[in-house]
């Protein structure tokens, strides 16, 4: 819960159901001439999903850079006059969902540092692993400067720090002197007052890609934003790359040896279904999961049913691949933010039903396949099959498009810790039972990782099998990875 300024008491009605939360949408642009600004803007509203706390775009005409963010949807930050008044060349843009740090003004993007030679303005989607030890260095190169004496609490901040404090003579520099000392899953843009830069961490855990305008470039996480503002997918920024456009072009340099460890994840909930990642669109692999969770677990149906609108593309597949008819059975208020007045107790047991309710004549009678992304906590799930036993449905089989998530992701996903992940402490028969369906299939790993035509060696699967690629910090781990509380729980 927390307090807006006009003295309001909101409520985050969905954190009782919550599922992964996203972590962050980035998007960059280099274009003369063009409305910079408003560019921007539509790259983040394409990269919402991936962040809904907070948005802010920084832009420059050469000679300054100027700075709007604020709490809030993209639409609900940003007027017609805040982005005319943001005047430019060339601009970055952020959407925020907190992974480290609080949710607090202070901690959206882009973050903004005065450097010797200029000022340097950043936005980051990932998460650092070796936080401390950063934060360490920063403080040896302004010891007089007390610690976190802006009040920032965010790795970004950290490493925004860094690059402005080495003693080189420009962004890119201090940049790649700076990168390789990074641990952990970023994929960034950031800026100065002339020069557009993106980098990615040597896995490439979180997307970034490169499009093309008539008359300049872009920057962003997802395909998808490319198309929203009419640039041409180019390419992906490569693990371990660093790129700088300015009006000399496009320039690259590996910094790092790449050792690829895309997310899994991103293939399964994160990313947009119209975007393409390695070149293979992600709709097309959801609905080739779903091909794959029907042969794995088939099952006597009358109809299949999506948990829209992530589970509808896996719901096809499974549709598809066992032959049963595909149809809507739950319907989706689109309009359902994240933050709501703090309902009263009666409202809140309506719970899932401001955010999704059941077509009782297609339901009733009917023995239902409903095929859900992720399962997390089990709150949606039980929620859903309750409320689908509710509209007269004979019988309920629950189709998961992932494997179960038993560890928690420090790379950038918020998947609560593996006390609260429902997978960490019981077996699927017991989660079966828990959420009350009449069976429960999940996708095994194999069927997944087939369905992405990645090699798994090139994956992160670390919330399916708790083998992390890039080694987690005790004090970061801690607390997250304690199981107790869960054990607990799962017997009642
Ligand atoms: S742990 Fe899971 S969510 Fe996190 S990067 Fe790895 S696959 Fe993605």
């Not at 830069?197 to 008359?215: F, M, Q, S, T």
Request: hydrophobic residues 40%; glycine residues 10%; negative net charge.
């Amino acid at each position: 819960m927390s307090r807006r300024p006009d003295g309001l008491l909101t409520h985050n009605l969905l954190d009782e159901d919550k599922g992964p939360q996203d972590a962050c949408g980035v998007f960059g642009v280099w274009a003369p001439g063009e409305e910079v600004a408003k560019l921007t803007f539509y790259g983040l509203y394409a990269l919402q999903h991936r962040g809904q706390e907070s948005a802010g775009i920084a832009t420059s005409d050469g000679e300054r850079i100027l700075i709007y963010k604020d709490m809030g949807l993209v639409s609900q930050v940003f007027t017609e006059s805040d982005l005319v008044s943001l005047t430019g060349n060339l601009a970055i843009g952020h959407c925020r969902y907190s992974t480290t740090g609080s949710s607090s003004w202070v901690n959206a993007q882009p973050t903004l540092r005065p450097t010797k030679y200029g000022t340097l303005a950043l936005a980051h989607n990932g998460n650092l692993t070796n936080t401390g030890d950063l934060a360490e260095s920063v403080h040896k190169l302004e010891p007089d400067a007390p610690k976190n004496s802006r009040g920032a609490t965010t790795d970004t901040e950290i490493m925004t720090a860094l690059i402005a404090l080495q003693d080189e003579n420009n962004v890119e520099a201090s940049a790649l002197a700076v990168l390789p000392i990074l641990e952990g899953a970023f994929s960034l843009v950031f800026m100065d007052e002339k020069t557009l830069y993106a980098a990615r961490d040597r896995h490439g855990v979180r997307p970034l890609v490169i499009g093309k305008l008539e008359n300049g470039w872009v920057v962003a996480s997802e395909s998808a934003a490319l198309d929203i503002v009419g640039a041409s997918f180019v390419r992906e920024v490569e693990p371990g790359e660093f790129i700088a456009i300015d009006e000399n072009g496009l320039r690259a340099h590996k910094w790092s040896t790449p050792e690829p460890k895309g997310c899994l994840f991103e293939y399964v909930y994160l990313a947009r279904p119209d975007t393409s990642i390695a070149g293979r669109g992600i709709h097309a692999t959801r609905v080739e999961i779903g091909k794959r969770l029907a042969k794995e677990h088939p099952v006597e149906a009358d109809l299949v049913i999506p948990v829209p609108e992530s589970g509808t593309p896996s719901a096809i597949g499974y549709a598809t691949g066992s032959g049963i008819t595909y149809g809507l059975g739950l319907v989706k208020n689109s309009y359902v933010g994240r933050t709501f007045i703090q309902p009263s107790q009666t409202i809140r047991q309506l719970g899932i039903r401001l955010k999704l309710n059941p077509l009782r004549d297609v339901i009733e009678g009917k023995r239902i396949v409903v095929v859900d992304d992720s399962i997390v906590r089990g709150n949606t799930q039980r929620a859903i099959v309750r409320m689908l036993r509710e509209a007269g449905a004979a019988e309920i089989h629950v189709r998961i498009s992932s494997p179960p998530v038993k560890w928690p992701c420090f790379y950038g996903i918020d998947f609560a810790s593996r006390a609260e992940l429902i997978a960490s402490g019981l077996a699927v028969e017991e989660i079966r039972r828990s959420i009350g369906a009449d069976s429960l299939g999940y996708v095994s790993l194999e069927g997944l990782i087939e369905a992405t035509q990645i090699a798994e060696e090139n994956l992160c699967s670390a919330c399916f099998t708790g083998k992390y690629p890039i080694a987690i910090p005790a004090d970061m781990s801690e607390g997250k990875m304690r199981l107790e509380i869960t054990e607990v729980q799962g017997k009642k």
